[in-house]
Structures are given as C-alpha cells and as structure tokens.
C-alpha cells in the first residue's frame, strides 16, 4: 500500500473532508484564521454548562485573556480545577479554537476550566509564552478562589504545545520551590524543540496535521536561537533528572499517526523511573490534534470527555 492510499484509507475510516497541510508562505494571521475554525453546531451532543465567561488574569507584559467554564456538576465552590493551555506550535491557536475541548473537558472531569490566551510568536519570542503560562499558574494558585477554584487541587493541562507549556510548568516549581500542581494532562504534548529534521518518521506519522516543515516553521519563529533548542524550558523531555523528581501525577495522550508518539512515551517512562504515577493512552488510528475534530469524529468526542473524567478523578471531583 502506497502513503498516499494509506492517507485515502485513513481518512475514510473516520469521514474526514479532504484536507490539505497549511500553506506556510501565508502571512501569519490568515494562518491564524485557518487555523482549526470548525462549525461545532452541528455536534449532537455539545455539553451545557453552567456558565462560560471571559475574563482577564495579570501577565508579565499586560493582563491576559481568558477564559473560564463551569460545568453543571461543578459543585459549591471552591472545588477543583483545571489550567488549560491550547495547543499551536507558539504561533497559532487561541481561545476560540480550543473552546469545544475545554467545554468537553469541563463536561468530563466536572471541574472548573481556565483557558489561558498566551502571547504568541512571531510577536514575541521565546521565554514569552513560558512566562505566561508561568504568571496564569502563579496567579491561579494564589487567587483561584476568585472564580471558585481551590487552590490546592488545580491540574495543569494542554495539547502539543500546551502540554510542552504544562509539562515546563510542573518542573518549574521543582526548580523554583513553588505551589506545585496537584496533576498535569498532556495531550499529545510537544516535549522537545532540539531534533526535528534528524528525527526518523514513519509514513503515517509525517504529514497529516503536522509535518518537518511544519516544526521548523513553529521553531523557527519561537526559538530564533539554536542555543535555546536544549533548552530544558522548551524540551522538558531532556531535563536532569532531579528535576523530575517529586513531579505530580500524569496523564499523557499519544496518538499513532502523529511524530510525537515515541516522545509522550518516553516521557512517561521518564517520569514512571522516577517514581512518579503516570497513566498513559494511545489512539492507533488518530492524528496529532484529533481532539479538535469533535464535529466530524465520535471518537474525538468521547475521548475529550474521557481525559476530563480521568482528570477529574485525579483531583477527587468524580
């Protein structure tokens, strides 16, 4: 079977429209604008919360964007909840185009979610985004009773580059003796920047959703200097050891036609020789970024609830 029959045979089996890879010789907005913009009104079964509201929270260069859900089953407040950073490479992604995972998340894991709007490249650059997430989580563990969230039983969560954010999150406190999260959720999680054109892919793993030229185009606009490539702030996967020590539970999703399959894996071995509690999904026939692909895909929406409900269970809401 040919690469591309294997694509045309994909695609089928889970009703997917065509789709052609993002043309990078577009200017960065309307890439942004292309940019997972999917029609969720057809979804049969969207969840109802109780409340969904935007709000700000304080960032090291101005006040941030975000946004909060609260579901249904949510409780008397404080209870538990969940930091959530979207996924796009550092350049692309925003509230808007993780709003059906949050709402599903919030749905499963009968939890509070705050979705965090973090500054993007090529604006700003590399530590940018990782100060940002860094100020939500410092913000969130100080004033998360604010908006109903208890300080001591907060997740952090995100898919590609939002699990890089989260995962960098977690070890942060280690080396900074902060407020450490109480779980971290990594969604098929970006956990290095330093190998991308050496990495040997698999047909099926190298061009749907994501792609080598795609890595370069998201490195070379957040991390204009090789030196930073190692850097253990943007490739989690590669720090000391002592600073996986002592790290909270994890959850990592990995999916089977996506190039960052080996290194969720890997860093779940990381963590679990470290003693850490890790659990661990695979989707065999899924892409990198399936969870945004609940309008057409059941099985995106099932897992979406699923990784809320396991979350949820980790901070004792279920």
């Not at 808007?96 to 009968?110: Q, T």
């Not at 977690?170 to 990495?199: T, V, W």
């Amino acid at each position: 079977m040919t690469f591309d029959d294997a694509f045309r045979n994909f695609r089928e089996k889970l009703h997917l429209p065509e789709m052609q890879p993002p043309d990078l010789r577009l200017p960065i907005e309307r890439l942004r604008q292309q940019f997972f913009r999917m029609d969720y009104s057809g979804e049969p079964d969207a969840p109802e919360l109780a409340e969904v509201k935007l709000l700000t929270v304080p960032g090291p260069s101005g006040p941030l964007k975000a946004r909060l859900y609260v579901p249904l089953g949510a409780g008397i407040p404080p209870g538990p909840g969940i930091l959530f950073f979207h996924g796009g490479g550092f350049v692309l992604g925003d509230l808007e185009s993780h709003d059906m995972i949050c709402r599903r998340m919030a749905e499963g894991s009968r939890c509070r979610v705050l979705a965090i709007d973090y500054r993007l490249a090529p604006e700003t650059c590399f530590p940018c985004a990782h100060d940002d997430a860094l100020a939500a989580w410092q913000w969130i563990s100080h004033h998360g009773e604010e908006i109903g969230i208890d300080h001591r039983r907060i997740a952090v969560a995100g898919d590609s580059a939002g699990g890089n954010l989260a995962a960098f999150i977690c070890q942060q406190m280690n080396r900074e003796g902060g407020p450490m999260p109480a779980f971290q959720l990594l969604l098929y999680p970006l956990l290095q920047f330093a190998d991308i054109r050496s990495k040997k892919m698999s047909p099926q793993e190298s061009g749907f959703f994501i792609s080598v030229g795609l890595f370069e185009f998201f490195r070379g606009h957040y991390l204009p200097s090789p030196e930073t490539f190692m850097d253990p702030r943007i490739s989690p996967l590669f720090a000391p050891a002592e600073e996986l020590r002592n790290l909270p539970p994890a959850h990592i999703i990995v999916c089977g036609w996506d190039p960052l399959h080996d290194e969720g894996l890997a860093y779940a071995a990381k963590l679990r020789a470290m003693g850490i509690q890790v659990s661990e999904k695979e989707y065999p026939s899924m892409v990198h970024g399936f969870l945004n692909l609940t309008h057409i895909s059941a099985t995106a929406r099932t897992a979406a609830r699923e990784v809320g409900k396991v979350t949820g269970e980790a901070l004792g809401a279920i």
